[in-house]
Structures are given as C-alpha cells and as structure tokens.
C-alpha cells in the first residue's frame, strides 16, 4: 500500500528566509509526487508534480522540490517566503499502475512578518 | 476552461437526514474523486468514480455511498447522518487514465454541518 508522511504538523519561518516542508513516501515501483496548497475554506490548488527525469521540479508562487529516490523523500522549499504563503500543505503520491492518489496529513506553514 | 463545480457550498442538516452532494469535472475529465477532510483525520478517499463505475473505495461505511452519470457529473450521498459527518467534501477530476493523468483539479468544496 502507499503511504505519505508530513512529519511536522506545522513550520514557522520568518518573512525573507528560506523554508522548507518535509515529505517522505513509501509506494512500489517509481511514483508520481505532488504538492498541493490548501487556503481556509477552499479546495486543494495544485502546486507542482514530479513524473519522470529532472529531480528538481519548478512550479507555480516560486515553489520547488527535488525528488530524492534513495530517501524516499519529495521536500518543498522555496527560497524567501512570503506572509501570503502561509497555507496548509499537502503532499501526495500516486502508484504509477494505481489510480488512487494518496495523501499526506498535512503540514501548516506560518509565515511570520 | 470552466473549473471542478461542486454545489452547494454549504450545508447544514440535522442527525438522521441524509444528505446529497454534486460535482461536475472539468470538460474532458472521466474521473471523479471524494475526500472527506476533517481536522483530525486529514483528506480521507472515499472512493473513486470513473467512467460511471466505482473503481476504487476507501474505508467509510456503507451509508456513504456515490454514483457517476454519463455527463461524468457526479454525485455522493451520506444517510443516516451523524455528528462526526461535518466535514468539508472535496472533489477531484482527473482525466482517469492514459497520458496527461498525473493528478487531480480540485473544487472548492462543500461544507457539511451535521447537527
């Protein structure tokens, strides 16, 4: 079964550093990775995907992450965060051969001005 | 184009009533995911539709129940409700197979009160 892990409820980080939330996974074969931003009350808004080849994946506010197969692990980061970043986060992962997505608990990031 | 529509957007009901939620995929999609999210539990499956057939289902009791119609519009119901249902429902559509289905578009969801 495939499984996703946020091992920090929630990361404060000051305005203009950097940040970073964690994500580990466990899933057979090479997964899909994806990042999703969660504001109050709304749906998930999809932030980046890893499917295949660079391991460091761009996507949309300034936001990356690299995939790092040896540690099962797809780390958020952006370099200078912003007060309107401050968002729950989640992390998911997708069997390449199984349509169902799981995700993680999520992680709270609190940007503090 | 038009975004994941999921209606209503809120929705209060009393213990015992049941209850019925819609989603409409973006044009193209043909499947249609639930989650239910709660602050204790996180984003919990609880099944996937595709193609009008349950492909895949999460662990929820047989009260939460859902269809999928040839539009690829789709439909969750919940009876006999009880206070741990509220929740917010979310909806996600994806093209459910081949190239390009990577992921999922999400709506903004519906927020079931249960009281």
């Known amino acids: 079964a495939q499984s996703v892990a946020q091992p920090e409820d929630q990361v404060n980080v000051a305005e203009g550093n950097p940040l970073t939330v964690k994500c580990t996974y466990s899933v057979s074969g090479n997964p899909y990775l994806f990042w999703y931003v969660q504001y109050p009350n709304r749906g998930l808004q999809f932030l980046l995907k890893y499917i295949t080849g660079d391991n460091l994946v761009k996507g949309s506010y300034g936001f990356e992450a690299e995939f790092n197969k040896s540690q099962t692990s797809f780390h958020l980061k952006k370099p200078s965060a912003l007060v309107s970043d401050s968002a729950l986060y989640f992390c998911?992962?997708?069997?390449?051969?199984?349509?169902?997505?799981?995700f993680g608990t999520g992680t709270k990031l609190q940007v503090i001005p | 184009k038009a975004g994941v529509t999921q209606t209503p957007r809120y929705l209060i009901k009393t213990r015992g009533q049941q209850v019925t939620l819609s989603c409409s995929p973006i044009s193209g999609h043909r499947s249609v995911s639930w989650y239910q999210q709660t602050p204790g539990q996180g984003l919990q499956f609880l099944f996937e539709?595709?193609?009008?057939?349950?492909?895949n289902k999460g662990n929820f009791p047989g009260r939460f129940s859902g269809r999928q119609f040839s539009n690829s519009r789709s439909e969750m119901n919940v009876s006999t409700l009880e206070l741990g249902d509220s929740a917010l429902y979310l909806c996600a559509s994806s093209s459910g197979q081949g190239r390009g289905n990577y992921g999922y578009t999400f709506g903004s969801g519906t927020r079931l009160t249960v009281v």
């Open positions: 998911a992962v997708r069997d390449r051969g199984y349509q169902k997505v799981t």
């Open positions: 539709y595709f193609s009008e057939t349950q492909r």
